[in-house]
């Protein structure tokens, strides 16, 4: 080969070099906008993954101890309603207690339901159902309860003994038409007062 080809091969190597040299900077430079840009990018994405992951967590937190506090306040809520419902389980032992006893508490709480229910029916024809052992109790307060009732109704009222029923104590009052019912026995009268008395039951427990 020439002097003056090898120059030009020479001068065309160069400039190929030349613009290789400015392609690999350009290039390598490019590059590390890109890898900047990726680092920026991740890092970024990476702080919005760990505020997500933060705020899933505390959320998840706030909902954990508000269902904490609700189970709590509902456990609470059940106990004292067990409590509640214990007293009255117990107070209704004693009136059985008091209902099967002979005594003259009694007896006259037996003249009074009767004769309450009695009121209740509007007098008249009246039919009384008692437990087998409450029957003694009351037949000697018969006239007495039935002209007591004449005296407050204005009605002339006849009080009549009727079927035994199955009841603590107390009694069911009935029209002799059948008509008019009025259930005066103990369980009733603790299921109709249970509502009102529920909060002084409360009061008497837990003040």
Known sequence: MSSGADKIVSSILSDAQSEAD?????AEKESEVILEEGQKKAQAEKEK??????K????????LISEAKMNARRAK????????????KSAEEDLKKVSFSSSDEYKLALNEIVKEATLEVGG??????LKAEDVEKIKD?????AKDVETQTGIKTTLEIG???NTIG?????????EIEVNNTIESRLSRFKKSLRSDVAKVLFN
């Open 124 to 129: 008249g024809e009246v039919i009384v159902h």
């Open 49 to 54: 993954m760990l505020d997500d992951a933060n």
């Open 141 to 145: 307060s018969i006239e007495t309860i």
């Open 22 to 26: 400015v392609i690999i900077q350009k």
């Open 170 to 178: 107390g009694a069911i009052v009935k029209t002799k038409n059948g």
């Open 56 to 63: 899933q967590s505390s959320m998840k937190y706030q909902q």
């Open 163 to 165: 079927e035994n029923i």
């Open 77 to 88: 809520l059940e106990a004292r309603e067990d409590l509640i419902e214990d007293a009255f």
